[in-house]
């Protein structure tokens, strides 16, 4: 079975201060794969990244940055200097090739950016 | 712009009348998905297809069964509706069963 956890409900930041979203899975697999999802107020469901379970390596993306740590099987998602237009539900969501074709979706993270 | 689309965008309906939910795509990506959305949930998988005519369940399957005749159409089918279904409804689609999903709007669904 799998599993993700997206502990945090909701951050409520003030404009330009950073906010990480925590994401903490859990699967038997050695073979997966890790996505964020941003789901604006408009509702749409926008894909931000892909990682798999053999590339360690952290990522940079402009304002966003992802921490994949194996060892404590997390995921997290930083937003530097955040903005208005950050604000949105986030959603943490995990593939393992042992559940063939079922991702697993945290239940997202609310966050508020308030000017 | 993924090229999926899905009809209707908004419903009403009452408690025990058949609903079809129809998701489109110009993709010709073999894989497609039904999800429900609902608050505290995240997003749960109803069912999903991996071609022409094959298609199995996911983690919320009951009360509900799709079709898929074309490539580019899965249909999504509430054979009698009822108020715990009334939800939001996103089609994916994936070239491959490991590949990211992309998402369509999403149908607003409520059951009275």
């Known amino acids: 079975a799998q599993k993700v956890t997206q502990a945090q409900t909701e951050i409520s930041v003030v404009e330009k201060e950073d906010v990480t979203l925590d994401c903490v899975y859990e699967?038997?697999?050695?073979?997966?794969?890790l996505f964020w999802y941003k789901q604006p107020p408009s509702g749409e469901l926008v894909f931000l990244i892909r990682?798999?379970?053999?590339?360690?390596q952290n990522e940079i993306s402009g304002r966003y940055s992802w921490n994949f740590q194996k060892s404590t099987s997390s995921f997290n998602f930083t937003i530097t200097a955040s903005q208005v237009v950050d604000s949105a539900v986030y959603f943490c969501?995990?593939?393992?090739?042992?559940?063939?074709?079922?991702?697993?979706f945290g239940a997202g993270t609310q966050v508020v950016v308030t000017p | 712009d993924a090229g999926i689309t899905q009809s209707p965008r908004h419903k009403v309906t009452e408690t025990g009348t058949p609903v079809t939910l129809r998701c489109h795509q110009t993709?010709?990506?073999?894989?497609m998905y039904w999800y429900r959305q609902d608050p505290g949930h995240g997003l749960r998988l109803i069912h999903y297809?991996?071609?022409?005519?094959?298609?199995d369940k996911g983690e919320v399957s009951d009360g509900y069964s799709v079709s898929r005749s074309k490539t580019e159409d899965f249909l999504l089918t509430l054979e009698s509706a009822t108020s715990s279904q009334t939800s939001v409804y996103f089609c994916?689609?994936?070239?491959?069963?490991?590949?990211?999903?992309?998402f369509g709007p999403g149908t607003r669904l409520t059951v009275l």
């Open positions: 993709e010709n990506h073999r894989y």
């Open positions: 969501a995990l593939f393992s090739t042992d559940s063939w074709g079922k991702f697993q």
């Open positions: 990682r798999n379970s053999f590339d360690e």
């Open positions: 994916a689609i994936s070239e491959w069963g490991t590949d990211t999903q992309y």
């Open positions: 699967t038997r697999d050695t073979t997966y794969y």
């Open positions: 297809s991996y071609g022409v005519k094959d298609t």
